[in-house]
């Protein structure tokens, strides 16, 4: 494993956001869940696409804060232009679980 400084750390900004809005996604090549996510007053607002289905259905997902990286370049997916990158773990079959808070937190709050 490459090891890196700490300024490089510092350059990936992850935040926390609440999901206020998820769609199935049919149009993305695997499934795929469309997210809309609140990050609070700065940052606003951000759509997402996220390989979740194996473990959550969209409505599930309304309310729940996730982390994700909000400073890579957007990505169009589809008909989709997905701003943020939601993360998440490989459980043992590959499937992503989502990485959150165990508490509720600001929205926008960054990870550090």
């Given at each position: 494993m490459a090891e890196i400084g700490f300024e490089d750390f510092l350059k990936v900004d992850i935040r926390v956001g609440t999901v206020t809005r998820a769609e199935?996604?049919?149009e993305a090549r695997k499934p795929a869940i469309?997210?809309?996510i609140d990050f609070g007053e700065e940052l606003g607002e951000k759509k997402s696409s996220a390989q979740i289905t194996a473990h959550y259905a969209p409505e599930a997902l309304v309310g729940r804060q996730v982390m994700a990286v909000v400073n890579f370049p957007p990505r169009q997916i589809g008909p989709m232009?997905?701003?943020v990158l939601v993360l998440g773990l490989s459980d043992p079959?590959?499937?992503i679980v989502l990485i959150g808070p165990d508490r509720a937190v600001p929205d926008g709050a960054r990870m550090h």
């Open positions: 199935p996604f049919p469309k997210l809309w232009r997905s701003e079959d590959g499937s």
